[in-house]
């Protein structure tokens, strides 16, 4: 699942994969509670294993793609 956090004056997106048997709804809760609390921070972990923290304050969007085994591509995917 693709992460797409949108930060508030800079013109870049941070974009990362979730790891394996991560869901939406736990995403969902991560930022809800960082953006619940003042001088908070986000933390979020890539499939590789790198953590990158945000500031709550500076989080303008959030994007959660679908899970890699919902996505289909091509002709044959009906």
Request: charged share 35%.
């Amino acid at each position: 699942m693709d992460i797409r956090l949108g930060i508030s004056e800079s013109p870049k997106e941070l974009v990362l994969e979730a790891p394996e048997g991560e869901t939406q709804e736990n995403i969902e809760k991560l930022v809800e509670e960082a953006m619940s609390k003042d001088g908070s921070i986000l933390w979020l972990t890539d499939k590789k294993g790198k953590r990158v923290g945000v500031p709550s304050a500076k989080i303008a969007y959030v994007e959660l793609g679908p899970p890699k085994e919902e996505r289909r591509v091509g002709f044959g995917a009906l």
